[in-house]
């Protein structure tokens, strides 16, 4: 006998292997550099957003093993009851300083992030308007609000102004939610020109730059890549560049007051662990004195756009598009014999129709390692 929920799971598990979109964890023990170690056998990665290669960086480690002998491993609470360790209000001015903003708020993952503060300020009766290709955690936010939600063309400004002005009579707030570099196509949103719009319309600008912080730009970020801008709401992650774990919102001080005081995420979730707050900020530090490091992932991508003859990287993400998930699962094997790994993105990370590769490149990554990927990606780019 089988219960019906096994059943289910089991049904739904046969139908995603025949489709090629069956999905499973693969232990992965991660050296320093840009090494892996997967299924008995050493691999450079090109799959992971450890942009700066600061999750293995000795002042970075060392940061986070005396925060746990100071503080212990875990906050023990939510930060309203005991859980807002010291380390949290100066990371917090770290990183609104970073940003140009007047505070920030330290959230567990960027997941939570967005789930928690799209609610916090939209509702049932407002209006969002989401870019088609932002990231999931978007999504789920701008559901769990309750607030209708229009879907904007990617990247598509004019697109996005005829649908603001239309949905925005009748909406008490209206709130635009976009990624600023986006995960899996590693362009970036003409933020200046979002916000114009926004500015036209009385609505407020969110802007996931989870793979912007410490890459694109000065290594602030997309927004301060177009002065005129003006984002109301700058989330970003500490677990891309910054190398470790958690996330935070940058805004003015009533913003970040009110999110600590009313965001669920913040009020009913355990406060970040110590050592990651620890981690994130020593990260700050080399970042700050290493221009350098910040510079290097888009320049490893432009190598490999530019021996490939593609458009040329804007961050340190580049797809490879094949179409099919069968075929990139097939790329994706060819490259692991070659000693390489690429992990696969398939629907539904990305539209139907568009499986791919996904390039992420590290300073870490040597001009050897790009150039044995280009010969390996070279025989699978779409003709």
């Known amino acids: 006998m089988t219960d019906t929920l096994t059943a289910f799971a089991q049904g739904k598990i046969d139908q995603l292997a025949a489709a090629s979109l069956l999905r499973t964890i693969q232990p992965t023990r991660r050296m320093a550099g840009v090494l892996v170690e997967r299924g008995g056998r050493t691999l450079v990665s090109f799959s992971c957003n450890d942009y700066l290669g600061l999750s293995h960086h000795p002042e970075v ?36 300083t970073l940003k140009g903003t007047e505070a920030a708020c330290i959230f567990g993952s960027g997941y939570l992030a967005n789930t928690g503060i799209i609610p916090t300020f939209v509702g049932p009766g407002d209006l969002i308007l989401v870019d088609e290709l932002a990231h999931a955690c978007i999504w789920t936010g701008a559901k769990l609000s309750q607030a209708e939600v229009v879907v904007f063309r990617h990247n598509d400004v004019a697109d996005l102004a005829a649908k603001l002005a239309e949905g925005r009579t009748g909406a008490p707030k ?12 590693g362009d970036i949103a003409p933020l200046d020109e979002i916000s114009r719009v926004c500015r036209d319309h009385d609505a407020w600008l969110l802007v996931d730059d989870a793979h912007g912080l410490g890459v694109v730009g000065d290594g602030s970020g997309t927004a301060r890549m177009f002065p005129d801008a003006r984002v109301d709401l700058q989330m970003g992650t500490l677990s891309k560049a910054i ?7 940058c805004a ?35 970042m700050a004195r290493e221009p350098e490091r910040i510079a290097a992932p888009i320049a490893r991508a432009r190598r490999l756009t530019t021996a490939l003859n593609l458009p040329p990287a804007e961050s340190a993400v580049v797809p490879i598009i094949l179409g099919e998930a069968e075929t990139a699962l097939a790329a994706a094997r060819d490259l692991e014999t070659k000693g390489l790994l690429v992990v696969p993105i398939r629907p539904p ?35």
């Open 61 to 96: 480690k060392a940061a986070a093993m005396a925060a746990v002998e100071t503080y212990g491993t875990g906050a023990g609470a939510s930060r309203l009851v005991t859980g807002d360790h010291p380390l949290f209000s100066e990371l917090e001015a770290r990183l609104a």
């Open 174 to 185: 209206a709130l635009v939610a976009t990624d600023g570099v986006f995960s899996m196509d």
């Open 243 to 249: 190398g470790g774990y958690g996330a935070y919102v």
């Open 252 to 286: 003015t001080q009533p913003v970040i007051d009110f999110i600590k005081t009313r965001t669920r995420t913040v009020v009913y979730s355990t406060g970040l662990p110590p050592a990651n707050a620890a981690a994130a900020i020593a990260a700050l530090d080399v």
């Open 349 to 383: 990370t990305v539209p139907a129709g568009t499986a791919r590769l996904r390039l992420a490149f590290s300073s870490e990554h040597t001009d050897e390692q790009i150039d044995q990927l280009v010969e390996a990606v070279r025989p699978w780019l779409p003709r």
